[in-house]
């Protein structure tokens, strides 16, 4: 089918909690918006590379996107299966998510690929009911919920 994704990617998100229970998020921007007015806000977490383990993907995304490394990781928790335009490209997508805590909030981008820096504009951390009244876009959907059950977890 033209336009249908050819390729599966397979990913971790990280739902990454401070001590109050807040998620870091980041917000991005979608490179193939001409006007660059699309923001949306997303958690720790990218594409596993061919030979790695889930676990092994989220504990080198966590380091690369804040910095922090030697977190205990719970899960993958939850799994969603979608497609979406990645920069304007069909993809299909198989996201695994990891539960994890933090007590420090300080965040380095210094492992930062060209495209994080590119395409992320900059992070907070977010309480679930924040989330639920923000005027924002975040994914996925579910995102409060999906922190409540890591405050669980972790």
Excluded: K
């Excluded at 490394?69 to 928790?77: A, E, K, R, T």
């Excluded at 539960?99 to 907070?124: F, G, I, K, P």
């Excluded at 679930?128 to 579910?142: K, V």
């Amino acid at each position: 089918m033209v336009g249908m994704p050819n390729l599966t990617r397979v990913a971790v998100r990280i739902v990454l909690l401070d001590p109050e229970s807040r998620v870091l998020l980041f917000e991005g921007r979608d490179l193939a918006d001409a006007q660059d007015c699309i923001r949306f806000w997303f958690t720790a977490g990218d594409g596993s590379e061919a030979s790695e383990t889930l676990r092994e993907t989220a504990e080198r995304e966590l380091e690369e996107e804040t910095g922090m490394s030697g977190i205990d990781l719970v899960g993958p928790y939850h799994r969603r299966e979608f497609d979406f335009l990645n920069h304007g490209e069909p993809q299909h997508q198989v996201e695994h998510f990891f539960a994890a805590r933090t007590d420090s909030t300080d965040l380095s981008d210094s492992n930062w690929t060209e495209l994080e820096r590119t395409a992320m504009t900059t992070w907070r951390w977010w309480s679930a009911d924040d989330l639920e009244g923000a005027p924002i876009q975040y994914f996925p959907e579910n995102l409060p919920e999906l922190v409540r059950e890591a405050a669980v977890l972790v």
